[in-house]
Nanobody, 117 residues
């Protein structure tokens, strides 16, 4: 079965950096895109960044210029480099993999990122 294993979350001071990693295994379909979403307490899960198999990236306005998403296609691994972190970035970050067809969407278990003021 498909498994997404995330790592790299933690506690950091404002202005600091963290790097999240997500490795997908058990993939038997063609991946369209891999990405990261975040969910803060009391809020809906929202897109942080996504990268397609062709390398096209999408970022939320709140992280543009601070976060960078990268992907190793051969390893089915996606990274999120987070710089200049702010307290409002505090959330659980979820890795996402999606294929080209309905139902081909999978989520990781989530990793907590906490940014102190």
């Amino acid at each position: 079965q498909v498994q997404l294993v995330e790592s790299g979350g933690g506690l950091v001071q404002g202005g600091g950096s963290l790097r999240l990693s997500c490795e997908a295994s058990g993939i038997i379909f063609t991946i369209n895109a891999m990405g990261w979403y975040c969910q803060a307490p009391g809020k809906q899960r929202e897109l942080v960044a996504e990268i397609t198999s062709g390398g096209t990236t999408t970022y939320s306005n709140s992280v543009k210029g601070r976060f960078t998403i990268a992907r190793e296609n051969a390893e089915n691994t996606v990274y999120l480099q987070m710089n200049s972190l702010k307290p409002e970035d505090t959330a659980v970050y979820y890795c996402n993999v999606r294929g080209y067809y309905i139902g081909q969407t999978y989520w990781g278990q989530g990793t907590q990122v906490t940014v102190s003021a």
